[in-house]
């Protein structure tokens, strides 16, 4: 089975903090990808990835940063984080093409005091 | 752009009773379309896809969906719902000149026994 880990399931983190959310996917895939999720709005996408090194920004990349160092690892990173970045995030990983399934992590939900 | 409208907050359905939960989109050329299912605190799990070919796919835990090309839909659907069926559940879209899914808001279905 695929397997998408993400580090924490829960974080609690204050205003103006670095924090560093971590996500390792275990099938070799070439897409990595990092979303909020919040009630009302649904899945948004930060970034992704396609590649080592490369990286794409999504729908809501403000605030947010991300690194991708090795194919199995995609990290999301909150310069600074705010109240308003308390959410739910989720990692996910697919096959390059688009015909194939993303496989998500279990979600990291987390708070912004 | 590509967009995917989730019509319904909430469907409520008794036990035994089929159910429909209800999935249009928007985007350019030919759809790639996902339905994905979220149980509480937890990732998102792939349920069912359409690519091309039939009309009507079948899935994970009896669930099916139907294309319809005309209508810009693609319905999800059970013959006989389950108290276990209650979850979140998110449509999604692409393209094959896409490496991303855009997720509707999500319809929470609830089945009450």
């Known amino acids: 089975d695929v397997k998408v880990t993400q580090s924490s399931r829960y974080l609690v983190k204050r205003t103006g903090e670095k924090v560093f959310l971590e996500c390792v996917q275990d099938m070799d895939h070439e897409n990595m990808f990092w979303y909020r999720q919040d009630p009302g709005l649904g899945l948004r996408l930060i970034y992704f990835?396609?590649?080592?090194?490369?990286?794409e920004k999504g729908d809501i990349p403000e605030g947010y940063s991300v690194s991708r160092e090795k194919k199995e690892r995609f990290s999301l990173i909150l310069e600074s984080a705010s109240t308003n970045q308390t959410s739910m995030y989720l990692c996910a990983s697919s096959l390059l093409s688009t015909a194939t399934e993303a496989f998500f992590g279990q979600g990291t939900r987390l708070t912004v005091v | 752009a590509q967009s995917v409208a989730q019509p319904e907050d909430q469907v409520n359905v008794a036990e035994g009773n089929p159910l429909t939960v209800k999935c249009t989109y928007s985007?350019?050329?030919?759809?790639?379309l996902f339905w994905y299912v979220q149980y509480p605190n937890r990732g998102l799990q792939f349920l069912l896809k359409?690519?091309?070919?039939?009309?009507l796919v079948k899935g994970s835990y009896g669930f099916e969906a139907e294309f319809n090309k005309s209508q810009t839909s693609f319905h999800l659907k059970k013959p006989s719902a389950l108290v276990s069926d209650s979850a979140l559940y998110f449509c999604?879209?692409?393209?094959?000149?896409?490496?991303?899914?855009?997720f509707g808001k999500g319809t929470m279905l609830l089945v009450s026994p």
């Open positions: 990835s396609y590649d080592v090194k490369m990286k």
């Open positions: 359409y690519i091309t070919g039939d009309n």
């Open positions: 985007v350019s050329g030919n759809p790639y």
């Open positions: 999604a879209v692409t393209n094959s000149g896409y490496s991303t899914l855009t």
